[in-house]
């Protein structure tokens, strides 16, 4: 598995991951033209990359298999996962084709690394309580702070 940072060229990527993580149960809830038109859905992507963006990519076999980015969203403009304005929240994704692979785990680990390094006290993000990436996030630290709808809201000290 190859690791490396998210690019501007990684946007049609990136979407695919934000299509992944809105539609996690399998139900197609969503598409690129709904998300792109959906002020919260989208507020996770627009303008990227901003300057406090950071994501990370894993390719599996020369082809981009998942990734993982942090962004500053505003209490304004809030994610489903805010916690604060100097709080970055993740999005995570990885395609079908390549789960159960370790992608998740070592994206997140790479991000988490990152946001140490940036002096980042804490990320935060939303999980639905029935999503298999909640056990992941828990066994990265990750603990439950509030409940926003049917989503937890989980954070990281770091
Ligand atoms: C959830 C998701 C990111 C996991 O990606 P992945 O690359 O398959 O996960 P990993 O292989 O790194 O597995 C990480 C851990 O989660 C567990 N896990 C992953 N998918 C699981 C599943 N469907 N059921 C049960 N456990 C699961 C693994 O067993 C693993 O645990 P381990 O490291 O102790 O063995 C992926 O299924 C996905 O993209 N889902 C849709 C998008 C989504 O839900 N994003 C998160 C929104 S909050």
């Given at each position: 598995m190859h690791l490396r940072a998210a690019t501007a060229a990684d946007l049609p990527f990136l979407t695919e991951m934000l299509l992944e993580a809105c539609n996690w149960d399998g139900s197609p809830w969503y598409d690129e033209e709904k998300?792109?038109?959906?002020?919260?859905?989208w507020r996770?992507?627009?303008?990227?990359?901003?300057?406090?963006?950071?994501?990370?990519?894993?390719?599996?076999d020369g082809s981009p298999a998942g990734a993982t980015w942090g962004r500053l969203l505003t209490a304004d403009r809030p994610g489903y996962g805010y916690i604060a304005d100097d709080v970055p929240e993740l999005t995570l994704g990885v395609s079908a084709a390549f789960r159960r692979r370790g992608v998740a785990r070592a994206v997140l680990t790479e991000l988490i690394a990152q946001a140490r390094a940036a002096s980042y006290a804490q990320l935060s993000l939303s999980v639905d309580p029935d999503n298999p990436a909640r056990g992941l996030y828990e066994s990265l630290g990750f603990r439950k702070v509030g409940v926003v709808g049917t989503s937890d809201t989980m954070v990281l000290d770091l």
């Open positions: 998300a792109r038109g959906d002020d919260h859905a996770y992507l627009a303008d990227w990359p901003r300057a406090s963006d950071f994501g990370v990519i894993a390719e599996l």
